[in-house]
């Protein structure tokens, strides 16, 4: 027991008494852990925490740890696209891209007729309607029809030829309602290795596509009849073979750089081994009178 003073006003005076006032009982530790149970919990965690950033923002540069490398490879690919495959450049150019076919005369002068004639490519460059082909696919042809990607069909006529660059411009007489115009880029600073993609009616199948790399610049080529001497080709080792004539050749973009002209083969069977060339579109843009950028 602790003894207090204890003192009361009456009258102005002051009365001092004593009083026993009992003494505040002793905590153990024991106790006290069991009080504040909670907080100490929570004060443990919270200190666990900091630790747990400290050691974070302290750790040598040099530690690498699985998660840590995920999460740099995962920030790495969010910030850096992926680079687009041919399957990308199809897609995109896929809607400019027609199929050519031609009626020729019959060589039966009893029976005037026509037949079909020479099957090939084209691409859609200005979306009235004017494609850019070979001259050799449609040269001699009674009437020109072209199918459209989806699937109207339409006659057109020649409307301007470029017979040193073998190409010849048509105008559709019928589009469809969203015809898509083809982008066209520069060949300016091409490089043999880069990747192109050609996109066409090969022996009158497709559309087709196939992928390979640009194999050289500034080519020459003797066409199939032996009448001209393209020049300033780009060289190529995307598959192509007869009907590609006209197609577009293509970046990963879906952008075109150049109009498939001819295949090399020193056989007579005229099928692909390894050697196309393309007019760059520079000179295909010529032919329309167009600045094509």
């Known amino acids: 027991m602790k003894r207090v003073a204890v003192y009361s006003r009456s009258g102005g005076s002051r009365i001092a008494a004593k009083t026993e006032v009992p003494a505040a009982p002793r905590v153990t530790w024991r106790e006290w852990r069991k009080r504040h149970a909670a907080r100490l919990k929570l004060a443990g965690v919270l200190i666990l925490a900091l630790a747990a950033v400290l050691f974070w923002a302290l750790r040598p540069s040099a530690e690498i740890t699985q998660q840590n490398l995920e999460a740099a490879i995962q920030k790495a690919l969010e910030a850096k696209p992926a680079a687009p495959s041919a399957a990308d450049g199809y897609e995109s150019i896929l809607p400019s891209v027609v199929h050519v076919r031609t009626l020729a005369h019959s060589a039966d002068a009893e029976v005037p007729s026509s037949t079909e004639g020479q099957s090939g490519t084209g691409v859609v460059i200005v979306d009235t309607g004017v494609i850019l082909t070979n001259l050799h696919v449609v040269h001699g042809a009674k009437a020109i029809q072209v199918v459209f990607h989806d699937g109207l069909e339409a006659d057109a006529v020649v409307i301007g030829v ?61 066409t199939a009849d032996g009448k001209r001497v393209l020049t300033n080709l780009i060289q190529f080792d995307a598959a192509v073979n007869p009907g590609n004539s006209g197609g577009p050749l ?3 973009e879906g952008e075109v750089i150049g109009i498939v002209t001819g295949l090399l083969n020193p056989t007579e069977h005229r099928v692909f081994i390894g050697i196309g060339f393309a007019v760059p579109i520079e000179n295909a843009a010529g032919a329309v009178g167009l600045s094509p950028f």
């Open 250 to 252: 293509i970046t990963p």
């Open 162 to 222: 470029q017979p040193e660059h073998d190409l010849a411009v048509l105008q559709a007489k019928t589009i469809p309602d969203d015809l898509w115009a083809a982008t066209l880029r520069s060949t300016a600073g091409l490089r043999p290795g880069e990747q192109v993609i050609a996109v066409g009616f090969p022996f009158g199948i497709g559309p087709s596509v196939s992928s390979g790399v640009i194999s050289g610049l500034g080519r020459e080529y003797q």
